[in-house]
């Protein structure tokens, strides 16, 4: 008996979403053109980021190498990038990684992706309401946080004035939430937003270039005695000078917190049902909205630390001060106008997608019923929402932007590690479709007995996958996860593996040959010949690199964001456990 309730037990953990056949609809809901995705991708991922993260990054972590860490975590957003494209054009709903790891991995993974986005989308919205309040106070010349200190600290503490400046600029975002998301008009604003934003960047990069100083990329202790900086033999947190002052750990570092820069292109996927072709536009949306992205960041963090030394970069909104530095006064204005705009439709792009998340999971029977209540008149699930803005509100106050940055780094990260399991599991698969009986399914795919061979494991008899081929790629996927994330905990202690240490030069030996073994056998499984309009190449390669860059990333994060991850996660467990295990219903989904 306990076999067997072990067994049902299991089964429930792993059961995965049916698939139908998916009957394109040319319908009024399909107006998004390319442009519209491109437009989106790009207003969602070049928001706070680029006028706040290339300050805080390179003042502690990275220094002028910063541009070497936007280059790392682009590419690994590249690769990410093109398997949400394949699920994009794949599984025909609007949606993320969420229902690609339901439909492939099951409805425990599916539940920690679905619950990892959440918090990334509620971080989002603290980092922008936070970065608009500090961005809005020093454009009006702090007179909004003197006026509350002036006139309620007398009566009440500091802190609590302060609160109250977040709690009516969280107001006033939900408001304007709720009044414009619904509307038509939001990609023509959008459009216009993004215009103006690439403009004042270019603007930003040009006048960095002009008025900055090549010596700021390659700086020396006497530069730091000049500055007034004393006891120059041990800098500690400003590093060494040079172009890379913090070494290559810090770069690595800087790295997985400049991950986040280019988060905002998974927006696309969940518009795929209103994209008039979304088997062209969104794999062309997210490749060329990470381009444009790339060149933005890279150009505007080169332009800021040859303007300012790195390490008269000050928190908060480095940017537009950086023009006070070079004695622009007027510039800071522009540039404090161009972040507003942006920070203003950044957070109404990712609003969207948390309430349709979170309505999925509630109706797949993962979350609370009550999170999915509809307002009428809107469609706005407002319990949903108004709770979601009351954490993002008390996580703006109680959380520096590098602690939410980097929480989101860690829920996107794990995410994309396991969409690309996913690609590389579903690739696979032998079809499955709702519109036949199992029989007609084995009876294409082989025969219904079949029996583990090692000759059957490196030389498959046949070229479509069968039921067997497709549960060894599944297995040998978890191995290799499980080998990967080993991997790269041993290679986070490199000074070690630098001194020779023959045992831990061992270790990293042995995992290497069972990962390119395991990557061999599923290589030698046959692939599923089903024609899509886009496809991951170099399968099964790219996919176990996404996951090796993506794990890498994610073990250089600090203790204090994997304690906050940790307790986030704890949360979700408890209400998967007591709740979602016993009330999921998942319904059927579409493939192409």
């Known amino acids: 008996m306990l076999c067997l309730a072990l067994r049902r037990f299991g089964q429930k953990l792993v059961r995965r979403h049916m698939l139908k056949e998916y009957a394109a609809d040319m319908g009024p809901d399909r107006r998004l053109t390319t442009l519209d995705l491109v437009a989106l991708g790009v207003s969602c991922t070049v928001g706070v980021g680029i006028y706040i993260l290339p300050g805080e990054v390179a003042r502690d972590k990275a220094g002028p190498s910063i541009v070497i860490c936007l280059l790392v975590a682009g590419l690994s957003s590249v690769l990410s990038g093109l398997c949400y494209a394949e699920f994009g054009v794949q599984v025909s709903y609007s949606g993320s990684s969420y229902l690609y790891s339901y439909v492939t991995l099951g409805e425990l993974w599916a539940f920690i992706t679905g619950w990892n986005l959440i918090i990334f989308f509620v971080a989002h919205t603290a980092t922008v309401a936070r970065a608009w309040t500090l961005a809005f106070d020093n454009l009006l010349g ?4 003197q006026t509350l200190h002036e006139s309620i600290s007398p009566n009440v503490s500091q802190v609590l004035g302060e609160i109250l400046g977040f709690i009516v600029v969280g107001l006033v975002l939900l408001l304007m939430e709720l009044l414009i998301l619904r509307s038509s008009w939001i990609f023509l604003v959008s ?8 403009l004042t960047l270019s603007f930003v990069i040009i006048a960095g270039f002009i008025k900055g100083d090549l010596h700021n990329w390659k700086l020396t202790e006497e530069d730091y005695v000049k500055a007034g900086l004393n006891d120059t033999s041990s800098l ?8 890379v002052p913090f070494g290559f750990k810090g770069i690595l570092r800087g790295a997985a917190t400049c991950f986040y820069s280019f988060i905002g292109f998974t927006i696309i996927v969940t518009r795929v049902e209103e994209a008039r072709n979304p088997q062209y536009s969104v794999p062309m949306g997210i490749v060329i909205s990470l381009f444009i992205c790339f060149l933005m960041y890279f150009g505007v963090s080169s332009a800021l630390t040859l303007m300012v030394p790195y390490y008269q970069l000050q928190p908060g909104s480095t940017l537009p001060e950086a023009f006070l530095h070079v004695g622009w006064a007027h510039a800071c204005y522009v540039v404090t106008f161009g972040f507003l705009c942006s920070l203003s439709i950044s957070i109404f792009g990712f609003m969207f997608p948390i309430r349709n998340l979170i309505y999925m999971m509630t109706q797949d029977g993962l979350l609370f019923p009550v999170l999915a209540r509809i307002q009428t008149g809107t ?4 319990v949903a929402t108004v709770m979601l803005s009351i954490i993002a509100a008390i996580m703006a106050f109680f959380f520096r932007l590098t602690d939410l940055v980097d929480l989101m780094s860690v829920g996107a990260l794990l995410a994309y590690s396991l969409l690309a399991t996913c690609v590389l599991i579903i690739r696979y698969q032998p079809q499955r479709r709702t519109g036949g009986n199992e029989a007609e399914v084995q009876e294409e795919n082989g025969p219904a007995a079949e029996k583990l061979t090692l000759q059957g494991l490196l030389f498959p008899g046949g070229s479509t996958p069968t039921p067997l081929s497709g549960q060894v790629v599944y297995v040998c996927s978890s191995l290799l996860v499980l080998l990967l994330t ?9 000074p070690v593996l630098l001194s020779g240490d023959p045992v831990w030069i061992s270790v990293v ?11 061999g056998i599923i290589w030698r499984q046959p692939q599923n010949s089903s024609p899509l309009y886009f496809k991951v190449p170099a399968l099964p390669l790219l996919p176990v690199l996404t996951i090796f860059v993506n794990v890498c990333l994610m073990m250089q994060m600090t203790a204090d964001t994997w304690a906050l991850f940790g307790v986030w996660m704890l949360i979700g467990f408890a209400i998967y456990f007591s709740y979602g295990i016993q009330h999921s219903l998942p319904p059927a989904f579409g493939i192409q």
């Not at 702090?142 to 946080?145: A, L, P, Y």
């Not at 469609?379 to 407002?382: M, S, Y």
């Not at 030996?509 to 990557?519: M, P, Q, S, Y």
Request: glycine share 12%.
């Open 191 to 198: 459009k216009v937003v993004i215009l103006v934003k690439l």
């Open 236 to 243: 500690g947190p400003l590093g060494y000078g040079g172009f």
């Open 142 to 145: 702090n007179q909004i946080s």
């Open 509 to 519: 030996v042995v995992l290497l040959v069972l990962i390119i073994g395991i990557t």
């Open 379 to 382: 469609d706005t699930p407002i």
């Open 486 to 494: 080993l991997l790269c905990l041993v290679l986070a202690q490199w």
